[in-house]
């Protein structure tokens, strides 16, 4: 017993030193690339023009509008938007204990699109404030937790890691079939506005819209990390997480409202994000060497700010001044990803 | 039957357990009591998993009521319920990146705050229930790369850190090798002796069973074919007919399953005794051939043996010389036989009659195999030499292997 005890004293230690360091480094990296994505852009800039519009009095210059109404909104955007996106898809694979899906994967992004859709595409808002980001925030929500619902049902009939893939999937093939059945019913000028929101772009948040995703997010983020520890034990599935005290039916409502939550308020400003949910949460796994939620949750938000802001900046830049679609980056990014993953066995199905 | 005065653990009544209005189980009364381990047998499907899974909660009762330390199992909070009673799945989890410290540390989930942080008491019990599960040495390495056996282990220290009174647990040998079945039995034996926790189990065997349980639930048919200590309960006739057993019988004697042959390939007499028989009966009926064996006193290891076979059995009682008449009916049946196998018993006053009963096997010319230590040289021979000296197990199994190859291409040979 003794023997055994001064063996396991320098565990806990050793098992915190690792995660500071790495949140350290995530932490500069990420405001590094946030000046990185402020500081370039498709009309240069000097570093002292810039530092001279970000500490001065405000003007009513170009430049002055370029920077703090295009690119600092847009920055934080694209941290904001990795850092839901891979918190949701860390919910998602804890609570189907299967580390391939993700937001996009399980089709909750194609129910969201597909209701931003019919906002966007059909008339049946007009009657209402035209457009705001509320109505398509909760349009998007609302696509998402059915889509959700949808893969839950089914995926409860069925059993098994693969079915539900094929699930997500197929939902997202019967949405993307719905959505563009509408686009070909769309007017003209409806649609290259939708087409291009469908690509996935960090670009045109406004401060309102940053506003609300810091609030509604930052919400939903706190009780997430306050939920850790139930989450900890959902790890091991929901018979032993009952077991241990976790009131189950509510912490089910609880973590798949989040993930949609977030997967849809993101959807609806910045379109469809692939694979950056479900790329990240291994990212941030490898990287902590932990599956502990509660470095985790914190941890995947850094690293989702961290790869959205680096996919941003290279659709920006890489064939400036034609933008890339967002989700053409992240899918260079997050496919080769989970393809290592599965060669490595690092992920079984 | 009871004879403690504390209050039962857990009890059911009028229980009915199963799925959506399709009851698996029904009408369920037992007391579990304290400090008890209680082994659920039955066959596969039989609703061992659904009535642990019933008693942990995860399932509602369809009908009846569950108790735990008197109080309703429907009223407890989750957390209260967490304190009380742990559980030991079936199912395969591997989550990634756990040593396997952190992964039993998650069993302290009742016991620490909101955040879950470990303070001193939580590590060192975690640091003990890896120790009552022998696997203090496993600590740090990665959980999902243990064993099956090492990780069977660590998933009851993880139940363990919960610092339960009630430990329910499925199948827990199931996967497991012999020596990690053997080891998480006995811990968990010890868990019960030492710790006082209430161990409910569903096992596959029967024998190991009856050597752990304080009582054993027979459950088949959908309800509960018996229930009590496993000395009363585990009758031949019951375990027989809880698995439907044809060609095998249980022997709570010997603690154990004796398979038998199916007895087409001709018809072996053994002389025995002593014990000395034991390992000839069985490795007969693996091979299929009839037994029939005597004279052996009834309290005899070979006489328990040779009748959990099935073997047609001459016995006397214990410390009885072996008489004339004993001897009259073994020499009846000997003659029905084929060949006679003699174990090479040692021989003293009580059975030397047997010797004679050898004798006689040479005056009729049968075929003898001894495992005699010099043969049967002191007997007279027939003018056939039909004994058929063997060192050992393997040279008697050689020696009926190449007498049934004979026998079977010249059937008439042997008896011309």
């Known amino acids: ?349 | 039957m009871s004879t403690s005065t504390t209050p039962p653990v857990i009890s059911a009544r009028a229980l009915s357990v199963g799925y959506k209005n399709k009851p698996v189980l029904r009408g369920l009364d037992f007391d579990f009591e304290a400090g008890h381990f209680i082994s659920l047998l039955g066959p596969n499907g039989a609703g061992k998993t659904t009535l642990l899974r019933t008693l942990s909660r995860h399932l509602s009762p369809l009908a009846g009521e569950i108790r735990v330390q008197g109080r309703p199992l429907a009223s407890l909070r989750a957390i209260d319920l967490a304190r009380i009673m742990a559980v030991v799945l079936t199912d395969k989890i591997a989550p990634p990146l756990f040593t396997v410290f952190e992964f039993v540390a998650l069993g302290r989930y009742p016991h620490t705050d909101y955040l879950g942080r470990m303070g001193e008491i939580d590590r060192s019990s975690v640091v003990k229930s890896l120790a009552a599960v022998h696997a203090a040495d496993l600590a740090h390495r990665p959980f999902a790369d243990l064993s099956d056996g090492e990780r069977q282990k660590v998933l009851v220290a993880r139940a363990l850190a919960q610092e339960p009174q009630i430990l329910l647990l499925d199948e827990p040998t199931i996967h497991l090798d012999l020596k990690h079945r053997v080891e998480v039995m006995a811990i968990l034996r010890d868990l019960c002796r030492s710790k006082g926790i209430t161990v409910v189990a569903s096992l596959h065997d029967v024998d190991v069973a009856a050597k752990v349980s304080d009582r054993v639930a027979l459950i088949k048919d959908g309800g509960l074919l018996d229930w009590g200590p496993p000395e009363m309960v585990l009758t031949p006739e019951a375990v027989a007919g809880l698995y439907d057993f044809d060609k095998a019988e249980f022997n709570r004697h010997l603690g154990g399953i004796e398979l038998r042959g199916d007895g087409d390939q001709g018809r072996a007499f053994v002389v025995a005794g002593m014990g000395s028989g034991t390992l000839v009966y069985r490795m007969l009926a693996k091979k299929g051939f009839a037994i029939a064996t005597g004279v052996v006193h009834t309290n005899d290891l070979d006489c328990y043996v040779a009748q959990s076979l099935g073997a047609d059995c001459t016995s006397v009682p214990p410390m009885e010389k072996l008489n004339g008449s004993a001897l009259v009916r073994a020499t009846d049946r000997m003659t029905e036989c084929d060949f006679v196998i003699d174990c090479g018993f040692a021989v003293g006053p009580m059975n030397q009659a047997n010797m004679e009963l050898l004798q006689s096997a040479l005056t009729q010319g049968k075929t003898v195999f001894t495992l005699r230590e010099g043969g049967l040289q002191s007997l007279t021979e027939s003018d056939h030499n039909r004994s058929i000296r063997c060192d050992d197990a393997i040279g008697l199994l050689d020696a009926l292997d190449s007498y049934s190859a004979r026998n079977a291409l010249h059937p008439k040979a042997l008896e011309a």
Request: overall charge positive; hydrophobic content about 55%.
């Open chain 1, 1 to 349: 017993m003794t023997v055994s005890e001064l063996a396991l004293t320098p565990a806990p230690s050793m098992t915190w030193r690792r995660p500071q360091v790495v949140f350290g480094l995530l932490t500069v990296l990420t405001l590094l690339m946030m000046v990185l994505n402020v500081g370039i852009g498709s009309i240069p800039f000097s570093p002292l023009e810039i530092w001279q519009v970000l500490t001065g009095p405000a003007e009513n210059t170009t430049i002055s509008s370029i920077i703090w109404n295009l690119r600092i909104p847009r920055a934080i955007a694209a941290v904001l938007g990795g850092a839901y996106l891979a918190a949701s898809g860390l919910l998602l694979q804890i609570y189907f204990r299967n580390p391939i899906v993700g937001p996009y994967i399980l089709g909750i992004s194609s129910g969201a699109t597909l209701m931003v859709s019919f906002v966007m595409l059909t008339s049946i808002t007009v009657g209402w404030t035209l457009f705001t980001p509320f109505i398509s925030t909760l349009a998007a929500f609302a696509g998402a937790y059915g889509v959700m619902l949808i893969v839950l049902a089914i995926a409860s009939r069925v059993k098994g890691g693969v079915t539900l893939l094929i699930v997500g999937l197929m939902m997202g093939y019967l949405c993307g079939g719905v959505t563009a059945i509408l686009t070909a019913l769309a007017e003209k000028e409806k649609i290259k506005g939708f087409v291009l929101w469908q690509l996935g772009s960090f670009s045109g948040f406004k401060w309102d819209e940053i506003g609300i995703l810091l609030v509604l997010g930052g919400a939903v983020l706190i009780l997430l990390f306050v939920q850790s520890k139930p989450l900890n034990a959902f790890l091991l599935g929901e018979e032993y997480a009952a077991s241990m005290g976790v009131n189950i039916r509510r912490f089910r409502l609880l973590i798949l409202l989040c993930a949609c939550a977030l997967a849809g308020m993101i959807t609806s400003m910045a379109g469809p994000v692939a694979f950056i949910g479900m790329a990240v949460p291994h990212m941030a796994r490898l990287s902590f060497g932990t599956s502990d939620n509660r470095i985790l949750i914190p941890g995947a938000c850094l690293m989702g700010g961290l790869v959205a802001s680096v996919c941003d900046l290279i659709a920006r830049t890489a064939l400036s001044p034609v933008e890339l679609p967002l989700s053409a980056i992240t899918a260079f990014f997050g496919a080769p990803i989970v393809i290592t993953l599965l060669l490595k066995r690092r992920v079984k199905l």
